[in-house]
């Protein structure tokens, strides 16, 4: 049977191909970019006919049928490996449930049998002449998935582009229960615009910034802000190794800043391991040989992150405390995103020989009364996550300086921490510091 025989004799309806899913089964969507949403919107029909069927995800960019069909979630559970604006959202309404994890990690709960896949419906790229679907925006731990996967179901979408890949970038033909085509549109999320302090904190950043270095940006307004900056600086011969691509690489792609001559692995190939953001973004990575998709057992494994050497993290956090301890994920129990990929690139960066890991934040926030409230706490009290110890604290970033937080005794990081401190707060913050013992008498004011 050759391959196109093949593809119709399994091509279904979306309804048709959801009736495999049974009460009881574990559903997974993958992550971010490879949400079925045709397959998600024909599971949720069947509501009534079905009990207690948990879904995975991960970033979900648009609203979840299997929730929004069923408000009482009766039918369905949603689980989700990390968390976007909608994501919040059901988590706030006790919709939704997170699973922390490593990103590196991600992979081996499925290969280990620590979770359980009955079911699993992605969106791929259409088939090739020699039978295989690229998985596209979504590299990550799909292939673990996918091998516990009892059934497969893809759906086919034109607007998935074609992602070459290092591992783990497709799916053959005859590994599938079934396909559905499909032309909803794939999930986008162009990146915020940069506020004022995003541009401050970035500007403190940026002099630690160089030639042939290998750059990890998260997502958000401050790396947003900080592309530009490199974009329109005299920067030369960059490296992408990212585990997550998005808007503000395409701009240094564009502005010639990214070369990845100078790269210690995979010289000459930017490398990602999933992708979100604008269409502009999808079309240029479509058919890219410039760029590789990898798995994330492999793009964030501290191991690989040290051999890049030149290495230079950048990465957004919540609030840290004076003994360096940082929250990256909640606003005390109120799950935000999730751990990811932080802990993974500071364990590698500072691994590697000439590697620095930047976290930064505003160093307050208002809330809606417009009460100004510090986002460097005396301690944590309130059941925020700590998704980075203090044993690991890396450069802390605000936009009032840089604090080096690596070595330091207890006295020294408050000391460190109270300068990059919104003004208003430091001298509440200092006398925190001298009730916690934490502060040395002979200690001058900041």
Not at 33 to 44: G, V
Not at 106 to 127: E, Q
Not at 333 to 342: F, P
Request: some cysteine; glycine content about 8%.
């Amino acid at each position: 049977m050759n391959v196109y025989q093949e593809y119709k004799e399994k091509l279904r309806t979306a309804e048709d191909a959801v009736q495999i899913v049974k009460s009881g089964d574990w559903v997974d969507y993958s992550q971010c970019c490879s949400y079925p949403a045709a397959l998600d919107a024909a599971l949720a029909k069947r509501r009534d006919e079905l009990q207690d069927i948990n879904v995975y995800n991960a970033i979900s960019c648009r609203p979840v049928q299997v929730l929004e069909q069923d408000q009482e979630n009766k039918t369905f559970t949603y689980n989700l490996w990390h968390c976007s604006g909608i994501d919040r959202q059901y988590l706030d309404q006790g919709r939704a449930f997170h699973s922390p994890m490593l990103f590196r990690d991600c992979g081996s709960y499925y290969a280990k049998g620590a979770v359980k896949v009955n079911v699993a419906m992605v969106t791929v790229a259409p088939m090739d002449k020699h039978g295989c679907f690229s998985f596209g925006l979504t590299n990550s731990c799909q292939q673990e998935m996918l091998d516990t996967a009892d059934h497969i179901i893809l759906e086919v979408n034109p607007g998935m582009p074609v992602i070459y890949g290092m591992a783990n970038d497709h799916i053959h033909i005859s590994e599938v229960d079934c396909v559905v085509e499909s032309d909803e549109k794939i999930n986008t999320a162009p990146s915020r615009g940069a506020s004022s302090i995003d541009r401050q904190i970035a500007a403190q950043i940026f002099p630690y910034l160089h030639d042939g270095m290998t750059l990890q940006l998260g997502i958000g307004g401050m790396p947003n802000a900080l592309g530009v900056l490199i974009a329109a600086s005299d920067l030369k011969d960059l490296g992408m190794h990212t585990e997550l691509m998005s808007d503000g690489y395409l701009n240094l792609y564009e502005s010639g800043k990214i070369t990845n001559r100078k790269k210690k692995l995979q010289r000459g190939k930017g490398v990602f391991s999933i992708c979100m953001g604008s269409k502009a973004l999808y079309e240029f990575l479509d058919h890219n040989q410039d760029i590789l998709s990898a798995p994330m057992k492999y793009v964030n494994h501290p191991e690989t992150i040290r051999q890049l050497d030149d290495f230079i993290s950048i990465n957004s956090c919540i609030a840290m405390d004076l003994y360096g301890q940082v929250c990256s994920e909640s606003a005390g129990i109120r799950q935000i995103s999730g751990t990811g990929g932080q802990l993974d690139f500071v364990t590698g960066t500072y691994m590697a020989e000439h590697g620095r890991a930047f976290l930064a934040m505003p160093s307050a926030y208002r809330d809606r009364e417009g009460r100004l409230h510090s986002n460097i706490l005396p301690r944590f009290t309130q059941g925020d996550i700590i998704t980075t110890p203090r044993t690991q604290a890396p450069y802390m970033v605000t936009e009032y300086g840089v604090a080096n937080l690596s070595g330091l005794s207890s006295w020294q990081r408050a000391e460190a921490i109270i300068h990059i401190a919104h003004p208003d707060f430091r001298e509440s913050l200092i006398q925190a510091a001298e009730t916690q013992r934490i502060w040395r008498r002979s200690q001058k004011r900041v």
